[in-house]
């Protein structure tokens, strides 16, 4: 399954070739709603996790799918990579696919990091408080770092970076959708000043079962508050048409009608990578065809039979 996936259908970036740069779950938080599931190695060390110049190798045998964007995301926080700045200008010096990097954005605060991430096309940091204890309780942070100079890093970021800048807000019901605690959130975007804010909430199975969605006529008001107005990106009923994935999603549905099986499990019978597979997963959820279930503190995917 290696370090590249897709390109699989995205709701903000057309077709995205993945690369996936950290081990599974290794991140500097422990969100609530992660898909994924629950972090578990949550650390701030940044390393080369995997050989740059095998990722650079299998990439370069993925760009005849001629994705819209290459992505560094993947099972866990991108901007743990160490050498993201050498990634980065080796894939330029490749092709002129634009480099998206989809990161949380707890580490901005770091100089140097900011730095290796200049040269990319576009950049889309997440912000899901408007204080720290909102932060505890929805993405918990490495204890290391703090809301206020996270923040401080998403601020410092906009002023320097000259590509296109986009913030991710995800949204809980019960949590961080309550009018005071949005307002708080409203309040560092005017700071941080991105070109767009988009809206995001769990409509796929979450690391905690007490993450809530937010429901879609909801997330429009909510939507309205921001100014000017954000997106809305959470997927309410399913994006992916194209023939190819509609494919690959018949054939998770067929595993998982025969028997309850896990994201690994999904991804290790069928020789795909996890994020491809969780791609498939949320279409099938969305159309009613899959539900979930919880065993050992694992989630499993079991598949309903269209009625």
Not at 113 to 119: A, V
Not at 220 to 233: H, N, V
Request: with cysteine.
């Amino acid at each position: 399954m290696g370090y590249i996936f897709g390109p699989v259908p995205s709701r903000r970036l057309g077709r995205s070739l993945g690369v996936d740069l950290v081990p599974f779950k290794t991140c500097t938080y422990d969100c609530i709603y992660c898909q994924l599931g629950q972090t578990t190695n949550e650390t701030m060390e940044r390393r080369e996790w995997v050989p740059l110049d095998d990722v650079i190798e299998e990439l370069r045998d993925k760009l005849a799918s001629k994705p819209n964007y290459i992505t560094l995301s993947g099972s866990g926080e991108p901007t743990l990579y160490s050498r993201l700045d050498e990634l980065i200008d080796r894939i330029r010096g490749m092709t002129d696919i634009p480099i998206a990097v989809l990161t949380n954005g707890s580490l901005l605060w770091k100089p140097e990091l900011r730095r290796q991430l200049w040269n990319a096309y576009l950049v889309i940091p997440s912000l899901d408080a408007g204080d720290s204890a909102m932060f505890q309780s929805v993405n918990r942070p490495h204890k290391d770092i703090v809301f206020d100079e996270m923040l401080e890093g998403l601020i410092d970021f906009r002023r320097e970076f000259k590509g296109a800048y986009w913030l991710e807000v995800f949204l809980l019901a019960g949590h961080n959708a309550i009018y005071a605690d949005l307002q708080k959130i409203i309040q560092c975007v005017k700071r941080i000043q991105p070109d767009r804010v988009q809206l995001n909430t769990s409509t796929r199975p979450t690391a905690e079962d007490f993450a809530y969605k937010v429901e879609q006529s909801r997330m429009q008001k909510l939507a309205l508050w921001f100014e000017p107005p954000a997106e809305i990106i959470a997927d309410y009923r399913g994006v992916h048409e194209q023939e190819d994935f509609r494919n690959e999603g018949g054939g998770v549905l067929e595993m998982i009608l025969r028997r309850p099986c896990s994201i690994e499990d999904i991804a290790s019978g069928l020789a795909m990578h996890r994020n491809e597979i969780i791609k498939y997963v949320e279409e099938l959820h969305v159309k009613g065809l899959v539900e979930t279930k919880i065993s050992g503190g694992k989630t499993f995917y079991c598949g309903k039979h269209s009625s």
